[in-house]
């Protein structure tokens, strides 16, 4: 909720505020006063109060909402650039590492949850996702809940599953997948636990089998039955790449989006995983059911899955936000690099229908892409509190400095085109609901070599004991 009194954060006289409010307002020498943790005042410098019990000199530097990333898979940090995978596409990828993964410890989750968070926070990310779907050795989605305390991001943690094994015609091994009521009393037990649905919150569940091919059709309706009566959100991947279509053509019958749709898997309550091969019917059907989509460009190229048509969805109306997705497919969580990856891949485009995307650089502009990466991740997590900057929004905010020598001869022309159209830079501040995490581009919300160091360490063992 927010304060009516508290602690005050000035930051004072920025180059420019960019609000992606909804006159796409981008002020010049401009301050922005928090009271608590939301947002008072947005406005000229002059016209601001000019101390607060917190002052930030932003001179020379650009300020925007705090990026939403929209999909992630956190513990896949302990995996990054394992060889054998390192040119394999999605199945092949996953068959990889399913046994690998096997090995995963209540320890790992925690300590990959918070490296994955500091890496969000260091590129301006301040409200995440993140897809658990593997709870192997006693793993429980606690632990990452545990973990991401003391990142002290904005939170949704999601609920994964996966129930249908080799045996039965899915992908995973038997090994790693769980009884379905089991699934559905963890997920009943989280929900009341931990969600908290008020304005501000830092923490909300979601529910989310991993994907067609990992969980049964039964799985699928039951969850959405179960979020419904819960009021909590739905995620899953979908239409991921050709081998994923294939599965559900050859098992169901149908496509990804008609699979979805007949399971009650379409609405505002629902976001769906990377959408590469989601085609025309499907994505009028999003359209019409305000069905989000989570875009992870950087993952798509990596396993060569293709080019979402995030244009076309668009244009026809879908709610699209931005996603890094695992660091085992990526293999990074830098937000700002994210977004440039999505705005140059939609220029590239592909032209064969059904799917379709206009070609040419005006097929995605800097800003169009910024709004992805903000009040896109905000309607697709069901956020009207975050993603843009305005009063009585929280105080989620990333300030980058413009005289960092990446935006040399590039800020003084455009400092909001040049934050995409040069290279990925570092954060300089980012705050959570107005409270510094990361100052002056160094980490403050924990000490992060001890983590690093310990991370490193569980990286190792976890591949060593697949080995055996």
Known sequence: MSESGGRTLLLRDA????????????????????????????????????????????????????????????FQSLTRAIPAVQDAELFTWLRGLYP??????????????????????????????DHLYLFPNGCRLDDSIDGARLAGMRFTATRGAMSVGQSAGGLPPDSVVEREADILADMDRLVARYHDPASGSMLQIALAPCSPFSVSRELMRDTALLAR????????????????????????????????????????????????KLDGAGQACFAATGTGVAHCPSSNMRLASGIAPVRAMLDAGVPVGLGVDGSASNDAAHMVGEARMAMLLQRVGIAAEPYGCDRGPGAMTVRDTLRLATRGGARVLGRSDIGHLAPGMCADLALFDLSALGFAGGAVHDPVGALLLCAPAPVAYTLVDGVVKVREGRLVAFELEPVRRRHNDLAAALVAASAR
């Open 15 to 74: 180059t420019c505020v960019a609000t992606m409010d909804d006159a796409g307002r981008e002020l010049h020498g401009a301050s922005v006063f928090i009271r608590g943790n939301r947002i008072e005042a947005i406005g000229p410098t002059a016209e601001l109060p000019a101390t607060a019990d917190e002052v930030v000199d932003a001179r020379g530097h650009l300020v925007l909402p705090g990026f939403v990333n929209t999909h992630h898979h956190m």
């Open 100 to 129: 690998i993964w096997a090995g995963l410890t209540p320890e790992m989750l925690r300590v990959s949850t918070q490296v994955a968070m500091a890496e969000l926070l260091l590129s301006g990310c301040t409200t995440t996702s």
């Open 229 to 276: 009566q819960r009021g909590v959100r739905l995620h899953t991947h979908l239409a991921e790449n050709d081998h994923d279509v294939a599965y559900s053509r050859e098992k169901f019958g149908c496509t990804p989006a008609q699979y979805a749709e007949e399971l009650g898997w379409v609405g505002a309550d629902v976001w769906h995983a990377h959408c590469v």
